[in-house]
């Protein structure tokens, strides 16, 4: 048996993988997984108990994503809002959000409108089925979708079907990214 761990699934070839036999979880399919991919909403309760933190604000900018029937925070985050006392995000830390920028800028079928729509706080339905994960070749709007879930610019509702703007770091680096670049 192997654990392998990655942002993006493995990548699939015309309709097969290179590899097979094996389980994978995503953003978009955790399964069982679900409660180990970040902290839960209790362990958060608990920390935030522990710091002397107010759930509510972490919750408002560090929720939102979910997988399976648990609501899912990013570790780094809320590790670093409970060391520093500081809202802001740390997300951005870690990375650079003009990865998206040239995906937005491709406009497939409203995708701008798409995301300033999720930044209003709406939903977008998504086809999660068509994206072959490869990072260079995206035919459609929901492949662009598929593709930011998966990096967890966006969080998904399995149930629904949905992709939106999971919290208040995310939707500040994406505001940030759209008002600089678009």
Known sequence: LAFLTGILPIKKLKTQSALNNFDEYTMLYAGRLSPYIGFTEDEVRDICDRYGRDFTQVERWYDGYMLGDYHVYNPRAVVNYMLHGDLKSYWSETGSYDVIVPLINLDFDGLKTAII???SGGEIKVNTGSFMNDT???KNKDDVLTYLIHLGYLGFDQK?????IPNEEIRQDIENACRHNL
């Open 117 to 119: 729509q999720m930044l």
């Open 136 to 138: 260079v070749s995206f």
């Open 160 to 164: 629904r079907s949905c992709a939106f």
